[in-house]
């Protein structure tokens, strides 16, 4: 699997230096600039430290299962049009190289419920959908949401309900607040059916 993250930091350089002081003890497989620039800090079959505790379907050990890419973004601010086509410019061979599916594409918020939150509601999911390097939900039937999004791959056991609303609202709806909602559950739905995790 892939796993995205924004590393919150003011720069790509500072953020560059972070990732490879051995004291800070964290790595990410690519760092991508704002402005597009890219590069590769640990090889694509080496195990990099990005993302911490955290599950996604059967997988456990979310390290030791996925490429993880970093962009630089402090969180509070939309993803530069540069950073975007480098990042789709990326994925699109790495997916073809590794047989890793366009659902298998997932946010550091969706692996660490209620730990982490990035790549945050401003990163553009729809956009990645659009080209087949993610998914994107269409409304079906509203089913069981927690059930759904167990299936689709959130980790509803070890999160509370609202816990698991959050992280599936800041992908699919960040700016959707208040309760569980028939939207919700008919997103829900329309993922588990198309996209079970394995």
């Not at 590769?40 to 996925?66: F, I, K, L, T, Y």
């Not at 630089?72 to 994925?91: I, K, S, T, V, Y």
């Not at 309900?161 to 739905?189: I, K, N, Q, S, W």
Request: hydrophobic residues 45%; glycine residues 8%.
């Amino acid at each position: 699997m892939v796993v995205l993250h924004y590393t919150a930091m003011q720069s790509a350089e500072a953020a560059r230096a972070r990732l490879c002081a051995p004291e800070v003890e964290v790595s990410a497989h690519y760092l991508i600039a704002e402005d597009g620039r890219t590069w590769q800090m640990v090889e694509e079959e080496r195990r990099a430290w990005h993302a911490g505790a955290g599950a996604w379907g059967a997988v456990r050990d979310v390290n030791s299962h996925s490429i993880g890419i970093e962009l630089a973004n402090r969180g509070d601010h939309p993803f530069p049009e540069p950073q975007m086509r480098a990042l789709e410019g990326l994925l699109a061979p790495m997916l073809a190289r590794w047989s890793i599916p366009p659902e298998r594409v997932v946010g550091h918020s969706d692996t660490a419920i209620a730990r982490k939150i990035d790549p945050g509601p401003r990163f553009d999911w729809h956009r990645l959908a659009r080209r087949g390097l993610s998914v994107w939900p269409a409304p079906a039937s509203p089913g069981d949401f927690l059930r759904d999004c167990a299936r689709f791959g959130y980790d509803s056991a070890q999160a509370g309900a609202e816990e698991v609303l959050c992280a599936f609202r800041l992908r699919f709806r960040p700016m959707a607040r208040g309760a569980l909602e028939d939207r919700d559950r008919a997103l829900a739905a329309d993922l588990a059916a198309r996209w079970p995790a394995r």
